[in-house]
């Protein structure tokens, strides 16, 4: 999709080399293409000094834009960066994202090519990386304080620009009340167009909207919900616009105005907070082609009590700050327990001290006083007990939960602190895991929380998650104090417990988690699932919870349609606003906002996606047996591919730019490559996940299509955007033939049994028009019962122009590689369109490939892929002849030879009880045929034809042997064009 952004809003201006004129050091004329409503002498020195030294390639422009649609945030990142040399030099584009966010795409334009990554399944053990590797990252969910670099250097060539694009969204989190989006503005340098435009769109009314102060550091101070001053002001430049459930928050301030913030491009984070309007009940259910989520987020309701100890590591390394603001939470903390609450106080390091031991004390003025004196008293010292610190706070919530004093309904649960890994004791994680969950049995639930960079994450995450809790990390540098006070606010008013939400029986399928051991206060719960049956009328929705001291039942009916109809319609809302947006920035910036409506329009599948690989990543690290585990990786594997998320599962590879050593850009091959020299297949995609059949139209998941016509190059012609009729004359599945005689009224089959590897000539005409067509074999065993020893597929199809240019189109199942003026790959998972010249190809995304030759010559090639594919199956193409009109007459190839013949038929008389036998009259040649039936158009369409058997002997010239070829790009030429 970010390919699309750059086609759509971009001319050559920004895809190719950049006029002599164009590169000066000055800074008034870089200013020039400014509105900054200053002189360019009244510029602070050091601004200039900046700019007009710098030797690293200069980034001219970052430009960002979000969607967010009922929680669910789209955002895309434009950076162009210039290289002002003569020599090459590296570009670095670097962005931090949210941890908790999924990287949807990256794409690279790099001296007027487009490089494109892919999603790979990541290996289990570890490779090299090849062509550029982004690695990905190893935490199923994350603090809403942490934030993850995205990091990509490419050489760019002297005198020229580099475009950067970046997608990747994420689910916002409520906490304490409220949703927050924080975008990152850390460039490393001034920037002389710089533009946020964040557009939120909710079936609710938008509340409590604020734009925080640019807050730096990596986390601020405050927790995501805590309290801003009264007197905070947003981001100068910043403009914020509300209509109904749209709201539209623009920053873009000019270079003098980010010299004013800081002058090393740090600018912090861009934070919005914000709130929706929401009615008591069973939440807010949204259906979209086929798929709903559920938000549930109930208020008014009393607070449950909670039990509560709280174990806090007071080893050596905890000295000075850590253990000061640890204290300074604690004593605030205190404060905040409720008179109903019971609590209790564990340090550990070498030894571990109980506070009160063998109970928990209720909230009373003398308790709290004497455990603020305990607090006082923490001296750090010694190493790090894990195990023994967890197992004893386990083991004392345990017995006081099976002891009279317990409440019947209360919330229960362990806050654990520390800042190192096990020392003393059990120091295996396996094994700390083991011993935590045979002491809590499942009674309550263990929040943990680590500090600074020596901690044990992965431990930490799996301790909690196993045991019903979350997670937090707290960055060195961060205030600990305040965070620990923002995650115990978060945790601190229990609402509900032992929730379930159900629906309909067999009206729904792969939903997510929908039981959860507790809802807090200010917080949401989200369920996102399939519909069984998109054409029911309703959805029944039950939901079951305890609350202090009853039960609570909540149930309705929702209206489906009436739901989709009014989702629909914010989405269009949402696409609106994105794509009608005056951003700050280029043209470029205000097109991102197309790219995102487009994407959108499927955000409740999205959605579902994104949390399916969240709960597998969850399940994956719950798993006790390694069967169980690598079936919870499967799973979520294949969602990341579907959805291309880069995960902890996946990688993101792209292939780099080749730049000479005099800084110039390698050229693009202007001759297909001897045989053996295949061009370069780094760009493999995986195979589609979608929903285990192969895809019969050229329909996106949901059943959305998107259809954008764009174009690379200079050429005049653009890609037809109408859908094109065409023949039945085609070679696809087995492979099965079919020609099409519309004069004689016939159509005549055959099938070709080669050897996997075999090249066949389906079309040749390099003599005449300069068309050549070649498609390769693959293998597949026979299905079960079938009378064939295998199966043959073409699993790639080339085609090769020599006028007025040399070039080819190269097509396999997962990509396109187009050859022409530039190089350039393009995924066969979206859909595009390009003209380079000789060739232009218009991809409909996971359907089909339409290759036109000259404007006159049309190819179209099916896209057959497989989610979970038998034995005997394979990815493979179709290839079909939608217009020959530019071939010559003295075109040959399997398929060639017969666009321009003419058959006829006869019936030989009956011999005894035979049934009179049927001959085609081909050349002069006599052909044997039978009547037989064919699916074509990936199966749509059913078409009877004249079949010849043996592989089409006498049917075609020669023999099938004659058409083999040496390799995909041989045209014949030191043969003669149309050898047989």
């Not at 380079?836 to 030759?853: D, E, I, M, R």
Request: with cysteine.
């Amino acid at each position: 999709m970010l390919l699309l952004t750059l086609l759509l809003c971009v001319g050559q201006s920004v895809l190719g080399q950049l006029e002599q004129s164009q590169f000066g050091d000055d800074l008034d004329s870089e200013l020039a293409d400014f509105d900054l409503d200053i002189a360019p002498r009244r510029v602070p020195r050091q601004v200039k000094t900046i700019l007009s030294k710098e030797t690293k390639p200069h980034i001219q422009e970052l430009s960002i834009k979000t969607t967010v649609i009922s929680r669910y945030a789209f955002t895309a990142v434009h950076c162009a960066m210039l290289n002002r040399r003569a020599a090459a030099a590296e570009g670095v584009f670097q962005f931090q994202i949210p941890a908790g966010a999924y990287v949807s795409n990256f794409t690279m334009i790099i001296g007027g090519r487009v490089y494109q990554s892919e999603v790979t399944p990541k290996q289990k053990k570890k490779v090299k990386p090849e062509n550029g590797r982004a690695g990905s990252k190893e935490s199923g969910d994350a603090s809403p304080e942490e934030a993850e670099v995205f990091r990509m250097a490419a050489s760019i060539p002297g005198r020229n620009r580099a475009v950067f694009l970046l997608t990747y969204e994420e689910l916002l989190r409520r906490r304490l009340g409220r949703y927050e989006l924080t975008t990152s503005l850390r460039p490393l340098q001034l920037v002389s167009r710089l533009s946020l435009d964040v557009t939120i769109v909710d079936h609710s009314p938008v509340t409590d909207l604020q734009v925080l102060p640019l807050r730096n550091g990596r986390s601020s101070g405050t927790a995501a919900g805590a309290k801003t001053p009264a007197k905070s002001e947003p981001p100068v430049t910043t403009a914020v616009k509300i209509e109904k459930n749209v709201c539209s928050i623009t920053f873009g301030p000019n270079i003098v105005q980010q010299a004013k913030i800081t002058t090393n491009g740090m600018l912090g984070d861009f934070v919005i907070r914000y709130d929706v309007q929401r009615d008591m009940g069973i939440g807010d259910i949204q259906v979209l082609n086929g798929h709903f989520v559920h938000y549930f987020a109930p208020k008014d309701l009393p607070v449950v009590p909670k039990n509560v100890v709280f174990v806090i590591d007071t080893s050596a390394s905890m000295v000075g700050t850590k253990i000061r603001q640890t204290k300074d939470a604690l004593f605030t903390i205190l404060r905040d327990l409720r008179p109903g609450d019971r609590f209790n106080f564990i340090s550990f390091s070498n030894r571990i001290k109980v506070w009160q031991p063998d109970r928990l004390v209720p909230v009373t003025p003398l308790n709290v006083r004497d455990a603020k004196k305990f607090i006082y008293t923490l001296v750090p010292t010694g190493g790090t007990n894990i195990d023994g610190a967890i197992r004893t706070g386990s083991t004392l919530l345990g017995d006081y939960l099976s002891g009279p004093d317990a409440g019947p309904n209360s919330v229960s649960l362990i806050i654990f602190l520390t800042d190192g890994r096990p020392t003393v004791g059990e120091v295996q994680s396996t094994a700390i895991l083991g011993n935590t969950r045979s002491a809590v049995k499942e009674k309550f639930c263990v929040f943990t929380i680590g500090i600074g960079n020596d901690v044990d994450y992965r431990l930490l995450e799996r301790m909690a998650l196993e045991n019903c809790g979350m997670m937090r990390r707290i960055n060195e540098d961060a205030d600990a104090s305040a965070m620990l006070k923002g995650f115990y606010d978060e945790i601190g008013t229990p609402l509900l417990s032992d929730i379930r939400i159900n629906y309909t029986e067999d009206s729904v399928r792969y939903v997510t988690q929908h039981l959860f051991p507790n809802y807090f206060n200010g917080s949401e719960i989200v369920i996102a699932g399939k519909l069984s049956n998109q054409s029911a009328e309703s959805l029944h929705v039950q939901i079951t919870a305890s609350n202090n001291d009853r039960s609570i039942v909540l149930e309705t009916d929702v209206p489906l349609r009436r739901r989709e109809t009014e989702t629909e319609k914010h989405v269009k809302a949402a696409t609106a606003a994105a794509t009608g947006a005056k951003t700050p920035g280029s043209v470029v910036a205000q097109g991102l906002g197309v790219v995102l409506g487009s994407i959108a329009e499927d955000f409740v599948e999205r959605l579902w996606g994104f949390l399916s690989v969240k709960d597998g990543l969850r399940r994956r690290l719950r798993s006790q047996t390694s069967k169980e585990r690598e079936g919870h990786v499967q799973q979520a594997t294949n969602l990341s591919l579907t959805y291309r998320f880069l995960t902890p599962l996946t990688n993101l590879v792209v292939e780099k730019p080749e730049v000479l050593a005099d800084g110039t850009m390698a050229a693009a091959p202007t001759a297909p490559p001897a045989a053996g020299d295949a061009p370069s297949t780094a760009n493999e995609l995986p195979e589609d996940a979608d929903d285990g059949k192969q895809r019969e139209s050229n329909e996106k998941p949901g059943g959305q299509t998107t259809s954008l016509s764009n174009k690379i190059g200079k050429g005049e012609r653009r890609p037809a955007k109408k859908s094109i009729t065409f023949s039945k004359t085609s070679a696809d599945g087995d492979p099965h033939f079919v020609v099409e005689f519309p004069l004689s009224k016939l159509t005549v089959c055959f099938n070709i049994n080669g050897e996997p590897g075999h090249v066949l000539r389906l079309v040749s005409d390099h003599k005449y028009s300069g068309v050549t067509v070649n498609g390769k074999l693959v293998g597949a065993p026979a299905p079960p019962g079938s009378h064939k020893q295998q199966r043959t597929y073409f699993s790639t199809i080339t085609i090769v122009v020599d006028r007025p240019t040399r070039a080819y189109i190269e097509v396999t199942p997962k990509k396109v590689i187009l050859d022409g003026r530039d190089r350039m790959v393009l995924p066969c998972h979206s859909t595009v369109a390009v003209d380079s010249g000789a060739l232009s190809v218009a991809v409909a995304g996971k359907a089909n490939v339409t290759v036109t030759v000259g404007g006159n010559v049309v190819f179209v090639i099916l896209l057959h892929q497989y989610k979970n594919p038998a034995p005997y199956q394979r990815d493979h193409l179709g290839f079909y002849v939608a217009s020959s009109k530019g071939l010559s007459h003295n075109c040959h190839g399997l398929l060639g030879q017969f666009l321009y013949q003419e058959v006829g038929l006869a019936r030989l008389p009956a011999r005894g009880d035979a049934a009179p036998a049927a001959v085609l009259k081909v050349k002069r040649r006599s052909v044997p045929v039978v009547r037989k039936s064919r699916r074509i158009y990936s199966g749509t369409q059913s078409v009877d034809c004249w079949f010849a058997r043996n592989n089409a002997a006498k049917l075609i010239d020669g023999r099938y042997e004659d058409y083999l070829t040496s390799h995909m790009f041989d045209t014949g030429e030191g043969h003669g064009t149309n050898r047989v």
